[in-house]
T-cell receptor
Framework: DAKTTQPNSMESNEEEPVHLPCNHS???????IHWYRQLPSQGPEYVIH???SNVNNRMASLAIAEDRKSSTLILHRATLRDAAVYYC??????????FGQGTELSVKP | DAGVTQSPTHLIKTRGQQVTLRCSPK?????VSWYQQALGQGPQFIFQ???????QRGNFPDRFSGHQFPNYSSELNVNALLLGDSALYLC????????????FGPGTRLTVL
């Protein structure tokens, strides 16, 4: 299974943008890049996914490098409710999600 | 739509016992996956069910088994419980077609004494 590498933790100030990096140098052509987050005492929650092009939704943006070996999840204005563990996952159709350690994001008021 | 529901919320068992955890998927979803999350770790894939069959399995022993019913709900059974089975057990549902996201339930916290 292709793996991802993320920093263990990051800090942000409230209402500032946050860029969460992810490296996935062994990504295959059919792997989608998915991001999930897990708030304290909850199950993981889908955030966004993409294949090659940058993607935007109501929660975040996903910037994917041209060679697809890295990606960045962008939260445009962090709020206290965005404090969570963020997981970057390579996902095949109908397949299993392989979670790493993720990045624990803390947001300071 | 209630989303993914799991029962019970919490459970305490002793070593050697057996446990059954239950999951109801999000309305319209046909695929159920189970994950184990130890404290401080990311979730680990146990297995996935589709059309009442186990379609994929992670690196878990045969003590872990499951079932999917015609209404797509699912059960996870763990036999001969070990202390190391203490964890949060998460159920996720999805549509089998496409690169669809998985929707997770709140989990069942299992403690083995």
């Amino acid at each position: 299974d292709a793996k991802t590498t993320q920093p263990n933790s990051m800090e942000s100030n409230e209402e500032e943008p946050v860029h969460l990096p992810c490296n996935h140098s062994t990504i295959s052509g059919t792997d989608y890049i998915h991001w999930y987050r897990q708030l304290p005492s909850q199950g993981p929650e889908y955030v966004i996914h993409g294949l090659t092009s940058n993607v935007n939704n109501r929660m975040a943006s996903l910037a994917i490098a041209e060679d697809r070996k890295s990606s960045t999840l962008i939260l445009h204005r962090a709020t206290l409710r965005d404090a969570a563990v963020y997981y970057c996952i390579l996902y095949n159709q109908g397949g299993k999600l392989i979670f790493g350690q993720g990045t624990e994001l803390s947001v300071k008021p | 739509d209630a989303g993914v529901t799991q029962s019970p919320t919490h459970l305490i068992k002793t070593r050697g016992q057996q446990v059954t955890l239950r999951c109801s998927p999000k309305s319209g979803h046909d695929t159920v996956s189970w994950y184990q999350q130890a404290l401080g770790q990311g979730p680990q894939f146990i297995f996935q069910y589709y059309e009442e069959e186990e379609r994929q399995r992670g690196n878990f022993p045969d003590r872990f088994s499951g079932h999917q019913f015609p209404n797509y709900s699912s059960e996870l059974n763990v036999n001969a419980l070990l202390l190391g089975d203490s964890a949060l057990y998460l159920c996720a549902s999805s549509l089998t077609s496409g690169y669809n996201e998985q929707f997770f339930g709140p989990g069942t916290r299992l403690t083995v004494l």
